[in-house]
């Protein structure tokens, strides 16, 4: 008897053992079916208008001057330089949404809706409460999302019967992304590569060559913007400044020749909307909506991309989301530099733009995300920092690479440069999280990915990369030298 009632008994709790791990395995295996690691959006779902923030700003960017009258700058002052189309969305304040032609959402196709990815593995490596996505831009052909804007920048000019394309290009992504939407639409391109990426960054040269483009190192003696600086300084490195000068003055030689921008144009941030348009989808469909947005930022257009569908938003419904630029210390136009009338180039070609600045004469340090050393920060974005609508970090360079690699251990991916600097504000803000234990949404763009820049992790691991301090005095001094150009 006394057995079978101590047997009985340990059946029991056999039982209750059995049932509760049945139950946890249970429990564990349903919340894991519901851990969707990457949202896509079908085909038809990529957007067939890009959005125009200028339209819903309340405070509008001041105009781009014509840098001989200081007038107001009109489309047809533009034309010129770039396809028609491309000058009357520059200057568009009007009108909320720009189809996107056929032909461009065709290509957009090839590597459309890109996916927006929950990054369980940095979340679980922080141990924060913070959810955290990212949308995947690395995924196009060339690796960034910067032929988001080369695809209708190639295909304005095509319809409009140019023949030949112009560029600079840093670190060789925008170079690259041109090289590749000219060939598409058939024209020839030429591209004008700061002399340092040119060294460094060897397989993006390749890969434009690849494409058929015919590339230069910039400073180069094929112009005068660019003979000018040689004389005065024969070693110097090249800056995006002086490649965009000697691409500008090219077009200008050059019969049936446009200039085409990667960055800091309000056309070109207007073409990366895409990527927030999908990611505003893309968050839906994980049933979430970001307390913050986060971007690197050179000249703004990945970040304009990705923040200007959520900031809309903020300024017609008043969601309190945070919209973060990560910039390089070395490089620091929205957190030190001076809101004023500059040029876009070194040579002071361009219209002159109401801008955070730091001084078109401002040679940055040869920091290695060269996708983010550029003086300047498009109007738009530069009116929404003083308008109090964004905020800016300045990330040091080793930061910036620490937060990357650490993202390339946990999520797979190993990003470029540039977008480690995105990914460092993202830690940042995680890790403020794990403090006050507040499960905030956060959303980075992560820009491109870096494996054409191994380089520049070479050096990094190796304890080669150093942070360049910039102090007040230095960047007084330039600003000083430019002066008031309005
Ligand atoms: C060019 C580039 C950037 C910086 O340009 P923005 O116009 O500020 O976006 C950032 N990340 C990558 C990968 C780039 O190629």
Redesign the pocket.
Known sequence: MRIDKKQKKKEIVLKIIVTFGLVKKLIQVTTMSNKTKRFFLPEEEIPHYWYNIQADMVNKPMPPLHPGTKQPLKAEDLYPIFAQELCKQELNQTDKWIEIPEEVREMYKYYRSTPLVRAYGLEEALGTPAHIYFKNESVSPMG???LNSAIPQAYYCKKEGVTNVTTETG?G??GASLAYAARLFGLEAAVYQVKISYEQKPYRRSIMQTFGAQVTPSPSMSTRAGKDILTAHPNYQGSLGTAISEAIELAQTTPNCKYTL??VLSHVALHQTVIGLEAEKQMEMAGEYPDMVIA????????GGIAFPFMRHKILEGKQTRFIAAEPASCPKLTRGKFQYDFGDEAGYTPLLPMYTLGHNFAPANIHAG??RYHGAGVIVSQLLKDGLMEAVDIKQLESFEAGCLFAQVEGIIP?P??CHAIAATVREAKKCKETGEEKVILFNL??HGLIDMTSYDKYLSGDLVNYELTDQDIQKNLDEIGNLA
């Open positions: 960034s999302h910067k670190a992504q925008w990667g960055s690197c930022f050179g000249g703004g257009s990945n970040f996708g983010l470029a540039e977008s820009s491109g």
